[in-house]
């Protein structure tokens, strides 16, 4: 984000520099600790040497609906490490009589078996029952958050009073999962979740609201809102300032405004698959033009008044089915060079059979807590000669474990730590691998050093197997340079969506202690990070939720890595809330590494002060796929080649060693700059392609000039593309065919509103490539 740049000069770098009160070294001997017998193995599992695990009521909460926890709660919080702690919560009512707040990297996490509460007393003081972000507005710069298997109750709070029971002023990296909202009914003034000022967030997910003034109170450029119930709710979702929404499996019940989206500084709402009973208005929308609006697939019964309203006129009722579109604002239609204005035009709109359930909807997984393991069947891999310490090689003692594992139907626990990796670990069908708060695997060495010869570090299946592999809550990282590095293929698919599926999993390459790198680049050969973060193989089908993929930092060529998300997948493939955002400053970043062994506070400054990010060649490039949902992409420009006129030029050290499907920018002047600028889209010879809220922000360059293309679409069928949003690129799409671009969709031609000072251009319905 532009405000990054403010508010990385204004923070200064003075916090990173206190390493001792980052990393405190103190750790809790769990074998002195009142561990409650719980069916739920992560709160039961043994836990041994350091752990970020601190289980309230170990530590004083009593969580028995009588005693005031806030005290002791807050404690808990305030006594874990700020580079990330795990708040567990087991089953039980914590009555707060004021609010807490969250540290740097907390994961407040409940017993899923019984959702634990956090009641607001009747007494409660302040406006805020749980504060998750640093600061309470603006957390374009707060990162890595989670809230999850909880319940928020305010029913006990006059429902007059100002409150907002969580304020998430937060960017990528954060999530709020499985958690349900008590709030008085008719209430005038509590607010569910609510973000202020700009933030860069992109999911939330399997929500429930139960009364209260407002659900969600939103202020962000872009969020992917995936399966909610609003019950009561007087205003579901209040949409402040956002660039672009997707609103996916939400149901209105009670409600008078599902979605209120009239305020200036709302963009595009794409709402999708949902439905709506006693409701007065499903979709609010402002009258502007360029306030663009698509429903697919709403279903209404005859209790609700309007399904849309734009500047307070009813423009539609009734339901919209699955096989249409709904859309107000811009569109490019087949065969057409210019975009048309529509207002409420209906659409017929196709999706693969394979992609959907059976109502019609794209397929949505409830991430698994895997809760009906018992603690017996979960194997702690620091248990079994995995050491974790970010030092010692774990690659034999890791994939002994997981080869075990899916032997025996286990599964497989790795605690908070950094596991050192020096070859590909490759993870058979019937694999299930958890993370704790965020567990990082980090490639190192040799073997992912040749460009020539690409290596995974982490390999889910072999072609053609068909199977279950998960992972949670993971990073995946690099210690050094490693040109010839993929961090995750995947080759397998399910037999049911999800068997193959990956949560909460980030890739956050320019995370200070990530990765060492050099602070200058000698040659183009020993200059990229890795090649691809995540290659999805033409045999995969593969679910995806809450992932950060961003590049490494650095003013150098030194510090990119070629592609983000390279998607071969014939067999379905779900990306829901994807981001790569900009580059964290010093005080955030604290987390991936607590070993000081590889800890350099010089590259880390070096990546702050230069906030290089994202992947050189591509963010996502989807290749001869078939069926392929993106929910939310959020994207930025590698910073270094829209900055300046960068030294290396696309696709640099990969052009010897391109996948076949990976860019090879042969369309652009071997000398021009503006033209090899890395692309937020590539999709090329694929089918049943649906590309929801796509934000792409090209921030160092205030200008046109020096990006040609945000995207690059050719050769497709049935590509449907849902709300573009771009800053500073002269076309946002660029059309191959053959080995030439052409530039079809122009910036200039869709200029949109003012959005904090810049002006995004929206394409509300690209659809040349939909037959
Ligand atoms: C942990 O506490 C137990 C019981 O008090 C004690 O025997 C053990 O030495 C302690 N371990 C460490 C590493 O302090
Ligand atoms: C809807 O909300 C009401 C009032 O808060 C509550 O009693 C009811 O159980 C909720 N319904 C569901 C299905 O959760
Ligand atoms: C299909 O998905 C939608 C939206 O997520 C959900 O509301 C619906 O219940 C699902 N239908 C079936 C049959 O699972
Ligand atoms: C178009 O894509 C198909 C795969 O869907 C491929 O077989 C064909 O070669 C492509 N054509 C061109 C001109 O790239």
């Not at 967030?201 to 992917?224: R, V």
């Not at 049943?688 to 796509?694: P, T, W």
Request: proline share 4%.
């Amino acid at each position: 984000m532009k405000l990054s740049f403010l508010l990385l000069s204004q923070i200064g770098y003075s916090a990173a520099l206190s390493y001792a009160s980052v990393f405190p070294s103190e750790g809790i001997n769990r074998s002195t600790e009142n561990t409650a017998a719980s069916t739920f193995w992560f709160e039961s599992i043994k836990r041994s040497g350091t752990t970020v695990y601190r289980n309230v009521k170990d530590l004083g909460a009593k969580g028995d609906g009588v005693t005031d926890d806030t005290a002791a709660i807050q404690n808990v919080i305030r006594m874990s490490p700020a580079a990330g702690s795990v708040i567990y919560f087991p089953t039980g009512t914590y009555l707060v009589s004021s609010g807490l707040k969250a540290n740097s990297y907390s994961v407040f996490f409940g017993d899923p078996t019984n959702r634990p509460v956090i009641k607001a007393s009747a007494s409660f003081s302040g406006s805020v029952l749980l504060t998750g972000s640093v600061r309470t507005s603006s957390g374009l710069a707060d990162f890595f958050r989670t809230v999850k298997n909880l319940v928020f109750d305010t029913t006990a709070v006059s429902p007059t009073k100002r409150l907002s029971l969580i304020v998430w002023s937060l960017s990528q990296g954060s999530q709020i999962q499985n958690v349900l909202f008590n709030m008085p009914v008719g209430s005038g003034g509590h607010i569910g979740i609510q973000s202020i000022g700009t933030n860069s967030p992109t999911f939330l997910n399997d929500l429930q609201f139960n009364g209260g003034a407002i659900g969600l109170s939103l202020s962000d450029t872009q969020y992917q809102l995936k399966s909610m119930y609003f019950n009561g709710t007087t205003t579901a979702i209040k949409v402040e300032q956002m660039l672009l929404c997707t609103g996916q499996g939400l149901r209105f019940e009670r409600v008078t405004t599902g979605v209120d989206s009239t305020a200036t500084g709302t963009a595009h709402f794409n709402l999708i698959d949902s439905s709506a009973t006693n409701t007065e208005t499903v979709f609010a929308g402002a009258a502007a033009a360029v306030n663009t609006v698509v429903l697919q697939n709403v279903q209404v019964d005859s209790t609700v008044q309007a399904t849309v309203k734009i500047g307070g006129t009813v423009s539609l009722t009734g339901s919209v089915p699955a096989d249409q579109t709904w859309l107000k604002g811009n569109k490019y239609a087949m065969g057409a060079t210019s975009p048309e204005v529509v207002s409420g035009e209906r659409i017929p709109t196709t999706r693969l059979a394979s992609l959907v359930n059976s109502s019609g909807a794209f397929v949505t997984v409830v991430p698994p807590t895997y809760q009906d393991f018992t603690t017996a069947q979960v194997v702690n891999v620091k248990e079994h000669s995995v050491a974790g310490d970010g030092t010692r090689d774990d690659t034999a003692a890791i994939q002994a474990v997981i080869t075990s594992a899916a032997a025996n139907n286990q599964l497989v626990f790795f605690p908070y730590g950094t596991y050192l990796i020096t070859d590909t670990i490759k993870v058979p069908k019937g694999s299930r691998l958890v993370g704790e708060a965020w567990s990082q695997l980090m490639a190192s060495g040799s073997k992912f050093a040749d460009v020539k010869n690409p290596r995974p570090m982490i390999q889910i299946g072999v072609p053609g197997d068909v199977g279950v592999a998960q992972m949670s809550d993971f990073i995946l990282g690099i210690k050094s340079a490693s040109p010839g590095l993929v961090l995750l293929e995947i080759n397998m698919a399910g037999t049911e969506p999800g068997d193959v599926g990956f949560f909460n999993v980030h890739f956050p390459l320019n995370m200070g202690g990530t990765i060492t790198k050099p602070r200058t680049c000698s040659s183009a050969a020993n200059c990229p990070s890795n090649h691809i973060s995540v290659h999805m193989t033409p045999s995969s089908s593969v679910y995806w939720e809450n992932t950060w993929v961003s590049d490494a930092g650095g003013t150098q060529y030194s510090t990119s890595n070629g592609g983000g998300f390279f998607v071969e997948s014939q067999g379905g493939t779900w990306i829901n809330g994807v981001g790569s955002g900009q580059s964290p400053p010093p005080e955030e970043r604290r987390y991936p590494v607590r070993e000081s062994s590889y800890w350099r506070v010089q590259a880390m400054i070096q990546a702050a002060n230069n906030n290089v990010e994202h992947s050189a060649m591509y963010q996502v490039n989807i290749h001869n796929a078939k069926g392929v949902f993106l929910g939310v992409h959020q994207s930025e420009s590698a910073y270094w080649q829209v900055q300046t006129q960068a030294s290396v030029l696309n696709p640099g050290s990969w052009s010897s060693a391109l996948f076949a499907g990976e860019p090879n920018f042969g369309w652009c002047g071997t000398s021009d700059s503006a033209c090899r600028v890395g692309l937020y889209q590539y999709v090329t010879g694929s089918s049943d392609i649906h590309l929801y809220s796509g934000g792409f922000w090209n921030f160092p360059c205030a200008s046109d000039a020096c990006q040609t293309y945000a995207t690059v679409l050719g050769n497709n069928t049935k590509l449907f593309v849902w709300g573009q949003g771009v800053i500073n690129s002269k076309n946002m799409v660029g059309e191959l065919s053959g080995s030439t671009v052409s530039p079809i969709v122009t910036r200039q031609a869709n200029i949109g509103s003012n959005f904090n000072g810049l002006v995004p251009s929206i394409v509300a319905a690209y659809l040349r490539q939909s037959s």
